[in-house]
């Protein structure tokens, strides 16, 4: 089984910065796709970013350009780096993991951790 422990949501004004970390206990070597989904009230959980092992990145159009997603595989960690928030990425941010692919992965994660809240004020 894998672990995943996600950190780092909090409340921002529109235009800052935050950080999340995602910790991966566990079988982590049959790890190869990790990365981040998130949802809001109301809405279904949707993609945000993932990467494989490889360094292979995959963005949600919404956050292209906003958003850095970086891995560390020696330490078992994803990192995504979030800057010019805006209102609309309040959310829960849910850290995800898969086994295989990226294109398996930004259809359903085979593991999640428990998520962390992201407000952006306005």
């Known amino acids: 089984q894998v672990q995943l422990v996600g950190s780092g949501g909090g409340l921002v004004q529109a235009g800052g910065s935050l950080r999340l970390t995602c910790a991966a206990s566990?079988?982590?070597?049959?790890?190869?796709?990790m990365g981040w989904y998130r949802q809001a009230p109301g809405k279904q959980r949707e993609l945000v970013a993932g990467?494989?092992?490889?360094?292979?990145?995959n963005y949600a159009d919404a956050v292209k350009g906003r958003f850095t997603i970086s891995r560390d595989n020696a330490k078992n960690t994803v990192n995504l780096q979030m800057n010019s928030l805006k209102p609309e990425d309040t959310a829960v941010y849910y850290c995800?993991?898969?086994?295989?692919?990226?294109?398996?992965?930004?259809?359903?994660?085979?593991?999640w951790g428990q998520g962390t809240q992201v407000t952006v004020s306005s």
């Open positions: 995800a993991a898969d086994r295989f692919s990226l294109a398996r992965f930004v259809t359903y994660p085979g593991y």
């Open positions: 566990g079988i982590v070597f049959s790890i190869n796709t």
């Open positions: 990467i494989t092992s490889s360094g292979v990145t």
